[in-house]
T-cell receptor, first 110, second 111 residues
């Protein structure tokens, strides 16, 4: 059974640019959630997708958007990057109440 | 709203010492409770979970009991090892779409 994978591992962007992060969910999991983890903090919920529809959203602006594909993989897009967007972005897939996390993408905005 | 409060870290222990990391929660209804562990440079790994009152989750020598009367889910281990050094996160899931995480507790175990 393949676990949750994310790409890329690390990314460096400059302010104002756009970024796309990718996540492949664990086999059989139809729900994907994205979290932002700033240094020294706990993960903060961005949004969740269930069967290609956004199922819930945290307190993040509209420049954070996402997609889920028929194979349940997912993308997180962030437009107009700001310095405060620098963080570890975590993807988690789930089938019921237990979420399984990927290794994360470390985004640095300069 | 729902929330999770963890004890402040860092926690520094000698190898083979007893570990307790406190976690309390505020939630409506009957949430599921989780402990995740994060090693340096990695994502979160599920350590254990409990889905109803008085359930005990356990894994790799770690235990936590879901106490509804005290709204707590404290993590314990009888004898820590250097390899247990990591950041530990308590989290709850109340049946809405998201997990609520605590701020994490860093554990450092000295040989």
């Amino acid at each position: 059974e393949t676990g949750v994978t994310q790409s890329p591992t690390h990314l460096i962007k400059t302010r104002g640019q756009q970024v796309t992060l990718r996540c492949s969910s664990q086999s059989g999991h139809n729900t994907v959630s994205w979290y932002q983890q700033a240094l020294g903090q706990g993960p903060q919920f961005i949004f969740q997708y269930y069967r290609e529809e956004e199922n819930g959203r945290g307190n993040f602006p509209p420049r954070f958007s996402g997609l889920q594909f028929p194979n349940y993989s997912s993308e997180l897009n962030v437009n107009a990057l700001e310095l405060d967007d620098s963080a570890l972005y975590l993807c988690a897939s789930s089938l019921a109440d237990t979420q399984y996390f990927g290794p994360g993408t470390r985004l640095t905005v300069l | 709203g729902n929330s999770v409060t963890q004890m402040e870290g860092p926690v520094t222990l000698s190898e083979e010492a007893f570990l307790t990391i406190n976690c309390t929660y505020t939630a409506t209804g009957y949430p599921s409770l989780f402990w995740y562990v994060q090693y340096p440079g990695e994502g979160l790994q599920l350590l254990l979970k409990a889905t109803k009152a008085d359930d005990k989750g356990s894994n790799k020598g770690f235990e936590a009991t879901y106490r509804k009367e005290t709204t707590s889910f404290h993590l314990e281990k009888g004898s820590v090892q250097v390899s247990d050094s990591a950041v530990y996160f308590c989290a709850l899931y109340s049946g809405t779409y998201k997990y609520i995480f605590g701020t994490g507790t860093r554990l450092k175990v000295l040989a």
